[in-house]
């Protein structure tokens, strides 16, 4: 994602622009980043606003212009896949992709990003910058598009996964950006066997002791949003127990899994600031948590979940964090925000969540304590969050996560067929190519016209 913010000095407001590539959006009112983004032309008026763009900047005349007359609580939203560049033919990753495929992408590529991961075989997507959940529907279609389209002219396929069922890590080639050598150099044996991948959602809203706040409530709900995802049940042509088995091979790095509760912005400089007094990390995007404020932008980074290999299943999962945030704000507005649990007990839910996916028994965070299976948490949460899926327009989006925990996930999908397969006589690595191909044709869906 491209955020870039500059502040207009003087003046009684404090006045916020974003660059976004070529779009320039007003983004930040008091502290508060989440206004809805807004692309801004020579003297575009919206509302009682208008927009004067000269370089960087846009005039704000009505203070409250950003904040939407139906939502208070407004949040703005990106997301970046993780995914696979494979041979078409042999179904394995290419270990050393033609780099015309990232020239294509680049030239291509438009408000979005495509970038290299740390090993050859990926490939990574970042939308724009989105004021809706539909937005980030139409930004995942675009950038899958891009990516699709430019492998395709170099002979590979795109595959969102976050593992490939059979390829081994022993082939795959660090790309050679001095970054990822100095990761190689630093975490050796625990990044050779990284051939993951992920998607993370960014979400702008309140001001930064909001954001902190907001982010440490959320902690309770990473589970669910994991099990959602999952799509990883398979690794190195072994069925692994797992839904997830990349949250095994993430968790081997420091700074991982679950952070331990902070409750102000000031509370994250301290703890930044020990990191680096004791020359631990540079900055906070060495920080790999499963969530966490974004080095780069004023946003909140869901980073637990699986790259979802369908895009309404992506979707889902953004509607749901995003109704999460701003039920949240709600509550922190209110003084009734819930008390948090301990993190060692959330770390068992994510276990759980990690194993067993939308099946899992998690605990009830609460006083009455117990367990209770995905699908019934989020029937509740359907009705408790049923006011913020109105107000940002994503009740259907929010329906499918309902979908998506009865029915299973990408993982449940892998594991059925690669067990069909099985059972009609396919050899182990034959089952494993189905599975491919059931992965390359799911991540094409809604995007290439002549999909499945």
């Known amino acids: 994602m491209s955020w870039a913010c500059h502040t207009k000095p003087g003046g009684s407001l404090r006045e916020r622009v974003m660059l976004c590539n070529s779009s320039l959006f007003l983004t930040e009112l008091h502290g508060n980043w989440g206004g809805r983004p807004t692309a801004v032309g020579g ?29 208070h609580f407004p949040i703005t939203l990106g997301v970046e896949e993780e995914m696979f560049l494979v041979d078409p033919q042999s179904r394995d990753l290419l270990a050393d ?48 598009r891009i990516v699709i389209d430019a492998a395709a002219r170099y002979g590979a396929a795109v595959m ?23 990761f190689l150099a630093n975490f050796q044996d625990n990044v050779r066997h990284f051939v993951v991948g992920g998607m993370h959602v960014h979400a702008g809203f309140g001001d ?31 069925e692994t127990g797992f839904k997830s088995y990349r949250l095994s091979l993430v968790g ?35 920080l790999w948590w499963d969530i966490r404020p ?9 980073r637990i979940c699986d790259v979802c290999t369908r895009i309404e299943d992506g979707v889902a999962i953004v509607a749901l964090y995003a109704c999460l945030i701003r039920w949240l704000m709600r509550q922190a507005r209110m003084g009734k925000l819930p008390a948090e649990p301990f993190t ?7 276990w759980l969540a990690q194993r067993y996916g939308v099946f899992a028994a998690l605990g009830r965070q609460s006083c009455e304590g117990g367990r209770m299976e995905c699908l019934p948490i989020l029937e509740e949460l359907q009705g408790q969050l049923a006011q913020d899926a109105r107000a940002l327009a994503c009740e259907a989006e929010l329906g499918h996560a309902l979908a998506m925990a009865r029915e299973g ?44």
């Open 160 to 182: 969102g996964s976050s593992t490939h069922p059979f390829a081994l890590w022993q082939t795959q080639k660090v790309s050679p950006s001095e970054r990822y050598q100095r």
């Open 97 to 144: 992709p033609d780099g015309g495929i990232f020239e294509t992408c680049g030239n291509a590529c438009g408000p979005h990003k495509v970038v290299r991961e740390f090993f050859r075989c990926q490939i990574e997507t970042n939308t724009r910058v989105c004021s809706s959940v539909a937005e980030v529907r139409t930004a995942l279609r675009d950038t899958r």
């Open 252 to 286: 081997a790095l420091p700074r991982t899994g679950m952070p331990n509760p902070l409750y102000s912005r000031a509370d994250y400089d301290r703890m930044m600031a020990a990191y680096r007094r004791m020359d631990f990390i540079r900055d906070g995007s060495e």
């Open 43 to 71: 003297g575009q008026a919206f509302g009682s606003v208008q927009f004067i763009a000269t370089g960087y900047i846009a005039l704000l005349k009505d203070e409250c212009a950003m904040t939407d007359s139906r939502d």
């Open 294 to 302: 974004s080095h780069a932008f004023p946003t909140i980074e869901l």
């Open 344 to 350: 060692e007990l959330i770390e068992e839910d994510r």
């Open 409 to 452: 996930t990408c993982a449940d999908r892998q594991l059925d067929l690669y067990r069909q397969r099985r059972q009609e006589g396919d050899s182990h690595q034959e089952a494993l190519r189905q599975v491919v191909d059931l992965l390359l044709t799911r991540t094409r869906e809604q995007v290439v016209e002549d999909s499945l």
């Open 208 to 238: 930064p002791d909001t954001r902190i706040l907001v982010m440490t409530a959320l902690r309770r709900y990473l589970p669910l949003l994991h099990a959602l995802s999952t799509s990883s049940p398979f690794s190195g042509g072994r």
